[in-house]
């Protein structure tokens, strides 16, 4: 069975908080979900369908 990462964050990309979340999916395979403004429903709805496994608010 193949092991899946997910992070998803509001964050903007330009502030470095964000970004080292966005890099470490990056460095270990996985998956980065984020979105242009802060929607809660469209939010829960990119973290199902992405299969999130790691939320950082």
Do not use: N
């Amino acid at each position: 069975m193949k092991s899946f990462y997910g992070d998803w964050c509001p964050g903007p990309l330009f502030h470095i908080a964000a970004m080292q979340v966005m890099l470490g999916s990056i460095g270990l395979g996985g998956t980065f979900v984020s979105d242009t403004h802060f929607d809660g429903p469209r939010a829960l709805e990119l973290i199902r369908q992405h299969r999130v496994t790691s939320l950082w608010p």
